[in-house]
């Protein structure tokens, strides 16, 4: 496929019209452009080769012939498998709602996993035990069961506390006044009430169906076709 | 729990559905009688009074008991008056008179109300300023919440440079999907993750900082930069860009040929003759009936995969661009690329304003240089090709007068026209020429 280039060579492009005596005729020749001398100073960059890229992983040195050599490589970190092994244990984790919108980017800055799990600005989460985690396993050179023993312990604190805090918060919230939704079980069971009786209605027309098959049967066995042979539709011979 | 909680803090008109809270406010009417089954008729209470109305047997009213009466609430006014009708005893002259009087106290009521109304108006000023002063005291209260970010932020206080946390915080790093890749754009690419490639976020740094030297040093020479943005939501962006940079502004469809074919369609477009302070020149009327609708010196493009046809256009006319690159996008069709998403308008947000502020710098040093007397442009093609007939003519219509008037003699008079033009011509440079 033949590359169109024009854009990259405006400058190239607006120089040769200059200085080239051919023009329009009738006209004077073209001016220098408002913009010629900003794009001479400040150069494109350069475009469209395809330098060698950045490794994020260790290279496999008994690999005698690498493959893709050019192709952008993968974004690993050591928390990833933290994050999967702690998801894999506690999967209602991944219920909780997460914020995912950005603040100023600067939230590293807010962050000192040496203090606990509770960091200011940050929601408790299974993220939280991933990072105290590592950081007890870089820092206070625990392995790694061990240290993620230790985050999910406190962590399992931290939840109990605001379990019980939400508990007395709606006691109190009924107090005086506040009234709530269905709960979750309340929800499913009508749900299941809901599936009960669909399940009913159609129990019970299966049941007329089978009785009415039943009669139809019962009265094709006992009785007995007509003397004079008419009932049936067979004509006399 | 106490239950006198729950009596005090309950409203009365709300059914308390919590089987654990027990009420002890019952309702019932209490059966006549002790409740083991003995009748009590003694006991039955057939008073009217009690049981509907305080003042059912209330004495007649007496004309010295007028003032008192007039301090009564409507509602038990009224009850009086229903029950006086239903009492045996009732007195019809002192009903008459009451209705009257009802009359006559509705008219000192709504004077009372009105006065009332007015003292409350009265003390609009004095409440003020016990609010502002209690406002004032109460201010440094409590604690401060910073917000770290705002929607919008960008449009209203355009930063003039993007850090990396800045870019980072917009989603510029996310590029499209690794299969819908074009591989022109390995070189802006970080790594891959999720499924989507991962775009340098110095690479974006970098060559935002070099479409923003372009941008800024477009309009220092007085070039005219066009903002592009035809996505939905990137309108804001684009025409705030246009405002700082002084420059054009486009958020629907680019009409195809606006450029190559701009004698056409823009044809109904007005246009300005200035000078270096910006001032429009006068008696250009000749001149403005004549000259070509302008081009733009420069455009930036917020979505160039979306304006092909506007990115050839200006290949064509050789109109520099700069274009938001995205990892599926391709590199080749402007002229200063910034790798980046062009899918956020966080980010498109954060790269106009950038561009923006860029303009807007380089529009304030041309008008500082301009007051100094440094003119940092050149005049446009129209403009000069109009100055140069104008000499031409000039310069005929004086030969033809010298001609006509003293044909013999031909002196080296160097005529204003000509100087002009010379001096034209060393200013443009022999080359141009």
């Known amino acids: ?237 | 729990m106490d239950p006198r909680w729950c009596s005090q803090f309950l409203p009365q008109n709300r059914e308390c559905t919590d089987p654990r809270i027990e009420r002890k406010v019952d309702r019932t009417p209490t059966p006549a009688g002790d409740g083991r089954g003995n009748s009590t008729s003694t006991m039955i209470i057939r008073n009217t009074g009690v049981r509907h109305g305080r003042r059912a047997l209330a004495a007649p009213v007496v004309r010295t008991l007028l003032r008192p009466i007039s301090m009564l609430p409507k509602s038990a006014l009224t009850s009086a008056t229903t029950a006086t009708a239903t009492a045996d005893d009732v007195n019809t002259k002192d009903a008459e008179l009451r209705d009257a009087l009802s009359a006559a106290m509705s008219y000192k009521r709504k004077r009372e109300e009105a006065d009332q109304l007015k003292a409350e108006l009265a003390k609009i000023p004095q409440n003020f300023n016990q609010f502002v002063h209690i406002q004032k005291h109460t201010k440094g209260l409590g604690s401060t919440v910073k917000s770290r970010y705002e929607a919008g932020v960008h449009l209203r206080d355009p930063p003039a440079d993007a850090t990396l946390e800045m870019l980072l915080a917009a989603q510029a790093h996310m590029g499209a999907n690794t299969s819908l890749w074009n591989p022109a754009n390995a070189r802006y690419i970080y790594g891959v993750r999720d499924g989507i490639h991962i775009i340098s976020l110095e690479s974006t740094a970098a060559h935002l900082r070099r479409a923003a030297r372009v941008v800024e040093e477009v309009a220092y020479g007085g070039g005219l930069v066009l903002f592009v943005g035809t996505r939905e939501g990137q309108k804001q962006a684009v025409v705030k860009a246009a405002q700082l940079a002084e420059g054009c502004h486009l958020f629907q469809r680019w009409v195809p040929g606006t450029i190559t074919n701009r004698d056409m369609i823009l044809r109904a477009q007005s246009l300005r003759v200035v000078d270096m302070l910006d001032r429009d020149v006068e008696g250009a009327d000749e001149l403005l009936g004549e000259l070509r609708p302008v081009k733009p010196d420069l455009v930036v493009c917020m979505n160039p995969m979306e304006n092909y046809v506007l990115l050839d256009e200006c290949g064509q006319a050789s109109v520099p661009t700069i274009g938001v690159v995205d990892t599926d996008a391709d590199p080749t069709w402007v002229t200063y690329q910034i790798p980046a998403n062009d899918d956020s308008l966080r980010t498109t947000e954060l790269i106009a304003a950038v561009l923006g502020r860029a303009g807007e710098r380089g529009q304030k040093r041309r008008r500082a240089d301009a007051s100094q007397g440094i003119c940092t442009w050149e005049e446009s093609d129209g403009v000069r090709h109009y100055r140069i007939k104008k000499l031409d003519e000039q310069r005929k219509a004086m030969e033809e007068k010298m001609a006509r008037e003293d044909g013999e003699v031909k002196e080296e008079v160097i005529h204003p026209g000509d100087l002009r033009e010379q001096l034209g011509r060393q200013a443009i440079g022999e080359a141009a020429y």
């Open chain 1, 1 to 237: 496929m033949v590359r169109k280039l024009r854009a990259a060579r405006v400058i190239q492009a607006t120089t040769e019209l200059l200085v080239s005596r051919d023009h329009v005729k009738g006209r004077p020749p073209p001016g220098i452009p408002a913009w010629y001398q900003a794009v001479r100073t400040i150069p494109p960059a350069e475009v469209l080769t395809r330098p060698y890229p950045a490794q994020h992983r260790p290279l496999n040195p008994h690999q005698k012939k690498p493959r893709n050599l050019y192709r952008p490589t993968e974004l690993v970190y050591p928390e990833d498998e933290l994050r999967q092994d702690f998801y894999r244990d506690h999967p209602w984790e991944l219920a909780r709602p997460m914020m995912v919108l950005e603040l100023d980017g600067e939230d590293a800055r807010h962050r000192d996993w040496s203090r606990g799990l509770e960091q200011p600005g940050m929601r408790l989460s299974g993220e939280s035990v991933v990072q105290r985690q590592l950081w007890l396993m870089e820092n206070a050179e625990m392995s790694k069961e061990g240290a993620y023993d230790q985050a999910r312990k406190e962590f399992y604190l931290l939840r109990q506390r605001e379990e019980i805090e939400q508990r007395i918060a709606v006691e109190e919230a009924r107090i005086v006044g506040a009234y709530f939704g269905k709960s979750l079980l309340r929800v499913g069971m009508e749900l299941e009430d809901k599936a009960y009786e669909k399940w009913k209605a159609w129990a019970a027309a299966e049941i007329q169906k089978a009785k009415v098959a039943a009669a139809q049967s019962e009265l094709a066995a006992n009785t007995l076709p007509d003397a004079s042979g008419e009932a049936d539709g067979e004509a006399a011979p």
